[in-house]
């Protein structure tokens, strides 16, 4: 069974940093690209980054581009996410979710670790 | 990357029709396959139900269909159930190989 646990997250003043996990089991981890994806309280999905099944390819959405940083860990079976700098509009639940492969779609996904930025 | 536009509401009675537009343009929707779609539950994580734009994954009801013309994509679900009522997002690859989700429709059955 295809399980994403996510943790690292909880309060953090503007200007700080947190270091998201998202440990993977039962699948081939290195075999998946694998993306994050946040939704702030009550609004909508929001994709955050991509990393490539061996890191070298990696994007990010605009308004995070310079402040957060993806990578993994495959012999650990594990994906994560630097945040620093943070700001009030980050507050959010921050999912990592699987690429299927087929074209660009996300298969399965963690149930989400909460970040809040607030002073 | 702006939100792809989804309507807010979308609402029916059990065993009627419904579709869901997702429009965005040709930097996204409208240039590539790569559309997706996403059922969620209060309180609950995603669930892909469409991939390349009318593919069903394995245990998605055959109720769900997708379709893209142009720029907009659209999520179909037929026969609608009570367990249905969810909110839906459609997702696309874009011509900056980022990807971008829709703002979001929530459907509601009568």
């Known amino acids: 069974e295809v399980q994403l646990v996510e943790s690292g997250g909880g309060l953090v003043q503007p200007g700080g940093s947190l270091r998201l996990s998202c440990s993977a089991s039962?699948?081939?981890?290195?075999?998946?690209?694998m993306n994050w994806v946040r939704q702030a309280p009550g609004k909508g999905l929001d994709w955050v980054s991509y990393i490539n099944n061996n890191s070298d390819t990696i994007y990010y959405a605009d308004p995070v581009k310079g402040r957060f940083t993806v990578s993994r860990d495959n012999a650990k079976n594990s994906l994560y996410l630097q945040l620093n700098n943070l700001r009030a509009e980050d507050t959010a639940l921050y999912y990592c979710?699987?690429?299927?492969?087929?074209?660009?779609?996300?298969?399965?996904w963690g149930q989400g670790t909460l970040v809040t930025v607030s002073s | 990357q702006s939100a792809l536009t989804q309507p807010a509401s979308v609402s029916g009675s059990p065993g009627q029709s419904i579709t869901i537009s997702c429009t965005g343009t040709?930097?996204?929707?409208?240039?590539?396959?790569?559309v997706s779609w996403y059922q969620q539950h209060p309180g609950k994580a995603p669930k892909l139900m469409i991939y390349?734009?009318?593919n069903r994954p394995s245990g998605v009801s055959d109720r769900f269909s997708g379709s893209k013309s142009g720029n907009t994509a659209s999520l179909t679900i037929s026969g609608l159930q009570a367990e249905d009522e969810a909110d839906y997002y459609c997702n696309s690859f874009t011509s900056s190989n980022t990807h971008v989700f829709g703002t979001g429709t929530k459907v509601t059955v009568l």
């Open positions: 040709s930097s996204d929707v409208g240039g590539y396959n790569y």
């Open positions: 039962g699948f081939t981890f290195s075999a998946h690209p």
């Open positions: 979710a699987r690429d299927g492969g087929r074209g660009g779609e996300n298969d399965y």
């Open positions: 390349v734009v009318s």
